[in-house]
């Protein structure tokens, strides 16, 4: 069946650094991804999106790439700051418009 | 701020009681999707609305239904509720329908008691 999980659930990360978020989907039809991220207490906010088209995309300070032959999709994000830190989730639109979410990964940035 | 707006942000309710959450879209957005958000679920997709015509189900229980009224905003009631039914519920909206960002809105957060 269709699914969408990350690799790992939590990442640590020192200011500054770069980090990378991974995230595995299973369905070969899928043909739209978002990334989104989650503070708490608030809902899923987008950060970048990318199509089956294209295998890279920037955005201010985030690069989303896309690999569609090991159905692999990740999230950099350059200088990482402690405002960076929350939940991150990847999503796929492949089956009508439902968005169908990964399990998300908790971004913490150490000053 | 996505624009998007529910209300109310907290619910605290029974067992065996319905309520109702309400979502007002980004202005333009014709779509309005509900997900529920709960610990062992993760974000799980409920309905799809366009324009006030339902388009797609997901996980919804039979006793959830949602509308989309003719000013686009929507409400998602919850009924018999149970304890199992305590989560985030979020609302989004994208400008059409398929294969386009959704913005969500802030949540309503359910416990029942």
């Known amino acids: 069946g269709e699914s969408v999980g990350l690799h790992l659930p939590t990442l640590s990360v020192q200011e500054g650094d770069n980090s990378i978020i991974n995230c595995a989907y299973s369905?070969?039809?899928?043909?739209?991804f978002i990334w989104y991220k989650q503070e708490s207490g608030k809902g899923p906010q987008f950060i970048i999106d990318i199509r089956s088209n294209m295998d890279k995309r920037q955005g201010q300070r985030v690069t989303v790439l896309l690999n569609k032959t090991v159905k692999h999709l990740s999230l950099q994000i350059a200088a990482t700051q402690p405002g960076d830190s929350a939940v991150y989730f990847c999503a796929e639109n492949s089956s009508g418009s439902r968005l169908t979410f990964g399990e998300g990964t908790q971004l913490t940035v150490n000053p | 701020d996505s624009g998007v707006t529910q209300t109310p942000k907290h619910l605290i309710t029974a067992t065996g009681q319905r309520v109702t959450l309400r979502c007002s879209p980004r202005?333009?957005?014709?779509?309005v999707y509900w997900y529920q958000q709960s610990l062992d679920q993760g974000l799980q997709f409920l309905i799809h609305y366009y324009n006030g015509e339902e388009r797609a189900k997901g996980n919804i229980l039979e006793r959830f239904s949602a509308q989309q009224f003719p000013d686009l905003h929507s409400e998602l009631n919850l009924s018999s509720l149970e304890l199992g039914d305590s989560a985030l519920y979020f609302c989004?909206?994208?400008?059409?329908?398929?294969?386009?960002?959704?913005?969500f809105g802030p949540g309503t957060r359910l416990l029942v008691l």
């Open positions: 369905n070969s039809a899928s043909d739209y």
């Open positions: 202005s333009g957005d014709l779509s």
């Open positions: 989004a909206s994208s400008q059409l329908s398929r294969g386009e960002t959704q913005y």
